[in-house]
């Protein structure tokens, strides 16, 4: 039903029922209740697009996630912890504010579009993008956008090249810290030929996890061998392939630490089919505590971002500027990365 029909039931004219849905006060109250009971009847509902032209806002909160260069007929974000940990604490802290929560994935150049029209046609009241290359905000075309945006793992640095970004928040795990955690954990129990499963360089948590990881080698005075360092782009087959390619070599390390569980649940699966033992012969170290580790055998030791802290960070911050609030923050806030060990990890005979 539409507010035309409404109108004609109600024996008004479609801007009177628009003034009573949006509840303006030049309308007469006799005129308003006939109105009500009509839309009360037939449970009609404004459409929300038609409500933001009007000045409303949307009640919604947009999350993009970035998955570019991948098959976009795979379902990669139902079957990815990463991405549903982040999804699961945003529905749940913007359901609680009361917000919808609309959700897009970005497989490739032609998915941008899509981030660009909710926000220039105001079908978002904010949005959060999860996953972003070096290029992203010149795809989607920033400059166009008014909204709050909030940003997980991106270089400050990057906005720079914008004239306004005073609606832009960049929330980062403190990665680099991460890996002198993992580092210095290996080194404890006595590791010395630590390798390293690296992630796609064009995002900042990918080159954060393995700069983080060289500066840790040297500061804990751990050498760095270069054929120790495979090239995963967080991707299982690649990683699969790489540590074959290890074995192959007769290159492989004592332990590993990856860039993300994916990546060492595949180099952990290789390395079982050509009999070797894990943790006895090789340790590992994942990132993201994903549940597909927390459940394997062994139980895979990880670097746990602070994911539920980031997502209640995101959607407060959309609320208050929503709200009206004056929010004065960095344009960068650092979250803690903790390591959970677990069994994956033995002391190095």
Known sequence: MKSEDIAKIAGVSRSTVSRVINNYPNVPEETRLKVMEVITKYD????????TLAGKKSETIGVFFIIDGVNDDAPHLVYNDFYTAYLDAIVDIANKKGYY????????????????????????????LI???????????????????VIFDFEVESLESFEETKHVTILNSNDEAAMDLAVKHLVDLGHCKI????????????????????????HYGVKVDQRYILEGEFNQE????QMAAAIDGNTVADAYICANDYMAIAAIDCLREHQYKIPED???IGFDNTRTGQLMTPKLTTLTPDFYGMAKKAVELIHLKNE??????????????????????????
């Open 101 to 128: 929560v609309l959700v897009q994935t970005v497989y490739g150049d032609h998915d941008y579009s899509k981030i660009t029209k909710a926000f220039n046609e105001k079908r978002i009241d904010g949005g959060i």
């Open 282 to 284: 090789v340790s590992f």
């Open 324 to 349: 009206g609030e004056s929010v004065n923050l960095p344009d960068l806030i650092e979250y803690k990365v903790d390591l959970i060990t677990r069994e994956s990890v033995v002391e190095k005979k």
């Open 44 to 51: 009609y509902r404004p459409n929300a697009f038609a409500r």
């Open 195 to 218: 390798g390293f499963i690296k992630g796609i360089e064009e995002t900042l948590s990918a080159r954060q996890r393995y700069n983080g990881f060289i500066k840790a080698c040297k």
């Open 131 to 149: 996953g972003t290359r070096k290029d992203t905000l010149t795809k989607m075309n920033i400059e166009n956008i008014t909204q709050e945006l």
């Open 238 to 241: 690649v990683a699969y392939r």
